[in-house]
């Protein structure tokens, strides 16, 4: 495993992360706003993430809106000191309390929020007062929006973190603004989804047997694009041929592994193959060959002819936002 270090903080974070989604194969609705895993989804979650561990990820992000806050609490009893526990959730004394209760301590605590108004600040003084307290380590935010995130920098006093979508498709140019006032500013850069919520194997048409994206399955072949795809197909194919050990979801992992800038990718792994194929991707994290960027070049070409129908339903909205 590599780690860096989390921004200015004392934390040195695996570059690959286990991100907070559950499988939605294994979701039970219990009351509005909140789900939970079947027995056997719970069962088959903790010992891929307990794998994940013995591999030397040491950052886990937790959603309670999931169920997850007290299978997590239990999985990392026993190694609570190698293991960085990352929440997202509301802001209030009692939220906060109850987290330190259940892990002790809270490493990361943030919000997502889309604007830098005045409700985002309030969050942000209770949470800044936390960490001054004690009961947190690290405070951040996740945004999809680079106006956003420019604006945390300047306004946020004390930020130690930003999550932020970062994809060799969602790049946006590098977010030409944002980053270098990040890196001047030494703020960690947590990259989520770094597989577009497993779209990204959508596109692969040597995916491994079985694999979908995390939501409902994306029609790629659509009928208005029938005499473009193909080709644009034949050209990843060629590509990837030229990859025999790799998935384009290894290589999409490495694009980001190689930026010096991430502190972390944070993904959802509901499969052993999938943390397999990630882990894998480490292996020669700091360079990308050319046949890796030409199978990404050809999957973006791709993704681009099928407009924002490649992402699932509920996330096509961010398309214009993300791509440059």
Not at 182 to 201: D, F, N, Y
Not at 267 to 288: C, V
């Amino acid at each position: 495993m590599v780690y860096r270090r989390l921004g200015q903080t004392d934390m040195h974070v695996s570059l690959l992360s286990f991100g907070s989604h559950t499988d939605p194969a294994d979701r039970v609705r219990v009351r509005q706003g909140k789900t939970m895993l079947t027995e056997a989804g719970q069962a088959r979650r903790d010992r891929i993430i307990a794998r994940a561990f013995d591999l030397g990820v040491n950052l886990l992000d937790v959603y309670d809106s999931e169920g997850q806050w007290e299978p997590a609490a239990r999985i990392v009893k026993g190694r609570r000191d190698r293991i960085h526990i990352s929440l997202a959730h509301e802001i209030t004394a009692q939220d906060i309390d109850n987290a330190c209760r259940m892990f002790g301590y809270v490493d990361l605590y943030r919000f997502h929020t889309g604007e830098i108004d005045g409700p985002t600040l309030h969050n942000w003084d209770f949470m800044r007062k936390a960490k001054e307290a004690g009961k947190i380590r690290a405070i951040g935010i996740a945004t999809h929006i680079e106006r956003t995130m420019s604006m945390a920098l300047d306004e946020l006093e004390g930020i130690d973190y930003l999550f932020f979508p970062y994809n060799f498709i969602h790049a946006r140019a590098d977010y030409s603004q944002f980053l270098p006032k990040a890196i001047e500013k030494k703020v960690g850069l947590i990259a989520m989804k770094p597989l577009a919520s497993g779209s990204i194997m959508q596109l692969d048409p040597k995916a491994r047997p079985g694999m979908k994206p995390e939501f409902e399955a994306l029609q790629l072949w659509q009928r208005r694009n029938k005499p473009i795809l193909p080709a644009a197909v034949a050209e990843l194919t060629k590509s990837l041929d030229r990859l025999p050990d790799e998935t384009l979801c290894m290589a999409s992992m490495r694009f980001n592994y190689s930026k010096p800038f991430l502190a972390t990718a944070i993904t959802g792994m509901f499969d052993d193959i999938l943390l397999d194929d990630n882990y894998r991707a480490l292996t020669r994290f700091q360079e990308m060959t050319r046949d890796e960027y030409a199978a990404l070049d050809a999957a973006k070409r791709l993704a681009g002819l099928c407009g924002s129908d490649w992402l699932p339903r509920h996330y096509r909205w961010l398309e214009e936002q993300w791509r440059a």
